[in-house]
């Protein structure tokens, strides 16, 4: 383990970039096209962390009061 306490494995890859952002955005996309979802997971991202939807508990969303 180094200094910073971050896994010095030389098998974990890497990553300078943003976790989030157009990446990610990019990376749903790719996964939404080989797994072929229903119309309803659309949904599902619209409601996703917005006001009368529901929280991702995973993400670094602010959490409401």
């Known amino acids: ?6 896994s010095d494995d030389e098998n974990t890859p890497h ?5 989030g952002g ?8 790719r996964i939404m096209g080989e ?3 229903t ?3 659309l949904d ?3 409601r996703q962390n917005k006001p009368g939807g529901f ?3 995973s993400c670094a969303w602010g959490k409401p009061a």
Not at 22 to 29: D, Q, R, T
Request: hydrophobic share 40%.
């Open 35 to 37: 797994e072929r979802p």
């Open 39 to 41: 119309p309803a997971v």
């Open 55 to 57: 929280m991702c508990v």
């Open 22 to 29: 157009w990446g990610s955005v990019g990376s749903m996309a």
């Open 1 to 6: 383990m180094s200094i910073d306490g971050l």
């Open 15 to 19: 990553y300078d970039n943003p976790a």
């Open 44 to 46: 599902t991202l619209r």
